[in-house]
């Protein structure tokens, strides 16, 4: 795995976020892998946001992660009955 350096920002209420917002390929990549995390690793959406986080270097919040993942199957969510 690539080594992933992301430059941040402190923002006014002290939290830290990205300097400059995911491309559309970014965000798609995110989504993709939070659905794997959760879909083939079974993880919880708070144990994917971590490994986004810590492995591949993609701060997501909660809610867009809800968000993503709700809106969004992959072959095998799609072949379950
Ligand atoms: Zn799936």
């Given at each position: 795995m690539n080594a992933v350096v992301i430059e941040m920002v402190r923002g006014k209420d002290r939290k830290l976020?990205?300097?400059h917002p995911l491309s559309d390929a970014?965000?798609?990549r995110a989504r993709w892998?939070?659905?794997a995390l959760v879909c083939r690793d079974k993880l919880s959406i708070r144990?994917?946001?971590?490994?986004l986080r810590e492995s591949y270097g993609i701060p997501r919040s909660l809610g867009i992660l809800a968000r993503?993942?709700?809106g969004w199957q992959c072959?095998?969510?799609?072949?379950?009955?």
């Open positions: 976020y990205r300097a970014e965000r798609a892998l939070a659905h144990a994917a946001q971590r490994a993503d993942l709700r072959p095998s969510c799609a072949e379950r009955p």
